[in-house]
């Protein structure tokens, strides 16, 4: 089992910054991928970033390529600091981990899940 908690989510206008964290724990949870799903209201989920387990290989959607970055910090948790945020950005964002690599967890269902941080950009 591994347990996630997002932490981070907020509101900004519109070019602000925000810095979403997520902290993993449970039974090898430092060998997963951790990746960053969004879900706006009315919409389905959308893949936005993910990390692998030795921070050593990264993928993006093309929307936030740019402006978003995930990385892992000293504590291990894996960040995303979001740039430039658009309104267009605002949503659910969701923490998630499995083992597979940052260019197939946006096409599966990751095994495990936070239970997700509002971001709201203002225009």
């Known amino acids: 089992q591994v347990q996630l908690v997002e932490s981070g989510g ?10 979403l964290s997520c902290a993993a724990s449970g ?3 430092s060998l997963y991928t951790i990746a960053w799903f969004r ?3 009315g919409k389905g989920r959308e893949f936005v970033a993910a990390l692998n387990w030795n921070g050593r ?7 936030v390529k740019g402006r978003f970055t995930i990385s892992r910090d000293n504590s291990g ?10 309104p ?3 949503a659910v964002y969701f923490c998630a981990a499995d083992r597979t690599t940052v260019h197939a967890i946006g096409f599966t269902e990751p095994e495990y899940w936070g239970q997700g941080t509002q971001v709201t950009v203002s225009s």
């Open 77 to 86: 948790n894996t960040d995303l600091q979001m740039n430039t945020l658009k």
């Open 57 to 63: 290989d990264r993928n993006y959607t093309d929307s």
């Open 88 to 90: 267009e950005d605002t």
């Open 10 to 19: 907020g509101l900004v206008q519109a070019g602000g910054s925000l810095r």
């Open 39 to 41: 879900q706006a209201p």
């Open 27 to 29: 039974r090898a949870s």
